[in-house]
T-cell receptor, first 112, second 113 residues
């Protein structure tokens, strides 16, 4: 186990709804990165948070947003859900100076 | 833009055989990861390779890195059924105080008894 936890495990939403996914970082880690993994694909970088601010972003639209809290846990929010948002969402925590190596268990989001 | 290519994407092999998975990447990086993913599960870290010529081994898996060729290999020796999974390589890119992992599409390995 990596010490990174995510909730919920599974989630079903309908198109147009909004969703919030949560990630608790490993003790001592101050950076959280989020990835989206569509079925049959490799994970894609969404964004990274450090000191409660976005610290890098991949090629995802603004309806993907996030937060990081003082205890370094993080949320991923997705507005106006689309069918293509159905995926496994992974978070990884790390130190800002050391790329994340370990991932949480993931949240499986299904958009109907 | 960093691109990471893995091949093959699908690999079916018999138990006891050897095979190699290749990971090519397009720009300079000083860190490369290999992960294993079982169906419906998260990513399990296998190896992190930090420098040119790095070689790491764990059980029947051995990974190597050639930064000059921008190539990493994952070699499977005497495959067993338990190695059936999808294997990803991921390359670190950094800039402006942040970093990200860029993943290949994965190699789905099926080991047949």
């Amino acid at each position: 186990e990596t010490g990174v936890t995510q909730s919920p495990t599974h989630l079903i939403k309908t198109r147009g709804q909004q969703v919030t996914l949560r990630c608790s970082s490993q003790s001592g880690h101050n950076t959280v990165s989020w990835y989206q993994q569509a079925l049959g694909q490799g994970p894609q970088f969404i964004f990274q948070y450090y000191r409660e601010e976005e610290n890098g972003r991949g090629n995802f639209p603004p309806r993907f947003s996030g937060l990081q809290f003082p205890n370094y846990s993080s949320e991923l929010n997705v507005n106006a859900l689309e069918l293509d948002d159905s995926a496994l969402y992974l978070c990884a925590s790390s130190l800002v100076t050391l790329p994340a190596e370990f991932f949480g268990p993931g949240t499986r989001l299904t958009v109907l | 833009e960093l691109k990471v290519e893995q091949n093959p994407l699908f690999l079916s092999m018999q138990e006891g055989k050897n095979y190699t998975i290749y990971c090519n990447y397009s720009t300079t990086s000083d860190r490369l990861y290999w992960y294993r993913q079982d169906p419906g599960k998260s990513l399990e870290s296998l190896f992190v390779l930090l420098s040119n010529g790095a070689v790491k081994q764990e059980g029947r898996l051995m990974a190597s890195l050639d930064t000059k060729a921008r190539l990493s290999t994952l070699h499977i020796t005497a495959a067993v059924h338990d190695l059936s999974a999808t294997y990803f390589c991921a390359v670190v890119s950094s800039g402006a105080g942040s970093y990200q992992l860029t993943f290949g599409k994965g190699t789905k390995l099926s080991v047949i008894p």
